[in-house]
């Protein structure tokens, strides 16, 4: 999977200290989405490259088809707010 119209997808690799700071941060924000290692998906490699001037740069998230390499944290949840809120959990009514 290296996009998803509707959803998120985090695109990252192993040993990737950014990959590993953002993924972090995420996992706390709330939000739904997938994580797809480019070393183990070579379709995502290669979406990553088509979408990152020719490099593997991670990480790299795309957000309702849009596409941000080595994101902050504030930017994804700022393109989720905007392209796909739909995405931010709930939560359960008391």
């Known amino acids: 999977m ?7 997808v985090v695109h990252w690799r192993p040993g990737c200290p950014y ?30 490259r088509s979408v990152a001037d020719g490099n593997e740069t991670v990480p ?11 994101p902050s944290k504030r930017e994804v949840m700022r393109a989720v707010a905007e392209r796909a809120p739909h995405l931010l959990r709930t939560k359960p009514a008391p």
């Open 2 to 8: 290296a996009e998803d119209r509707d959803g998120m």
């Open 19 to 48: 990959c590993m700071k953002l993924r972090l941060r995420l996992r706390f924000s709330g939000l739904t989405y997938t994580e797809v290692n480019i070393w183990r998906d070579e379709d995502a490699a290669a979406f990553v």
């Open 60 to 70: 790299t998230v795309t957000v309702a088809g849009y596409s941000m390499v080595n």
